[in-house]
């Protein structure tokens, strides 16, 4: 099975900024929408945004909506994540991974609606 691959994870301060990255390959990451999700230690995964697999549509979770933005650029077969004014809370394991649906959906926000999990992005927030 393909996996995409997460990058940009690090140590940012609160308030501060990140942008990861998730390169994707295989058919069904590039014809399917794509996920962000995160998982804090000691908690399950959760849904965090995604983006159609033509980037014209997106959706996000209540606790990121208006401070973190999904792009994708097709060419490069990547999918972003840009956070900002970041929170504790916001720190975890960041992954991504492709809708099991080819049709895009925004109630699709479980992880049970996604498949090919990369290895993750770990986000630490300090202060």
């Known amino acids: 099975q393909v996996h995409p691959v997460e990058s940009g994870g690090g140590l940012a301060q609160a308030g501060g900024s990140l942008k990861l990255s998730c390169v994707e390959t295989g058919h069904a990451f590039t014809s399917y929408t794509t996920g962000w999700f995160r998982q804090a230690p000691g908690k399950d995964r959760e849904f965090v945004a995604a983006?159609?697999?033509?980037?014209?549509?997106?959706y996000y979770a209540d606790s990121v909506k208006g401070r973190f933005a999904i792009s994708k650029d097709r060419n490069k077969n990547t999918v972003y994540l840009e956070m900002n004014e970041l929170k504790s809370e916001d720190a975890g394991i960041y992954y991504c991974?492709?809708?099991?649906?080819?049709?895009?959906?925004?109630?699709?926000?479980?992880?049970?609606?996604?498949?090919?999990w990369g290895q993750g992005t770990q986000v630490t927030v300090s202060g």
């Open positions: 983006v159609s697999f033509n980037g014209q549509n997106t």
């Open positions: 991974a492709g809708s099991k649906s080819p049709l895009y959906d925004p109630r699709m926000k479980n992880e049970g609606d996604f498949t090919g």
